[in-house]
């Protein structure tokens, strides 16, 4: 019985993910807009430089943040109780 319900929610997902697939289609993407404005395109460095490094630094300057203002004492490793048997 637990196939058959696998089965059926691996149906009902993949159903799904094939309507919602067909149904957006990236071809009326290419149709301009009334008062639509596209800029200028990116170059590589700055996308990579806006989409890898800049979060990559906002999460490193996060994490410092976190490690030198974090004032709890317990730093030592817990002792691990021994198990009854």
């Known amino acids: 019985m637990d196939k058959k319900n696998a089965l059926?929610?691996?149906a009902l997902a993949s159903g799904t993910t094939l309507m919602?697939?067909?149904m957006s289609s990236p071809a009326l993407a290419l149709t301009r807009d009334d008062g639509d404005d596209p800029?200028?395109?990116l170059?590589?460095?700055e996308t990579l430089a806006q989409f890898v490094f800049a979060p990559i630094a906002?999460?490193?300057v996060i994490c410092g943040l976190v490690m030198v203002l974090d004032r709890s004492t317990d730093?030592?490793?817990k002792?691990?109780?021994?198990?009854?048997a």
């Open 8 to 10: 059926r929610a691996g």
């Open 79 to 84: 002792a691990k109780a021994k198990a009854k």
């Open 20 to 22: 919602m697939l067909l």
């Open 39 to 41: 800029g200028q395109g």
């Open 58 to 60: 906002i999460f490193a």
């Open 75 to 77: 730093r030592q490793p």
């Open 43 to 45: 170059s590589v460095i």
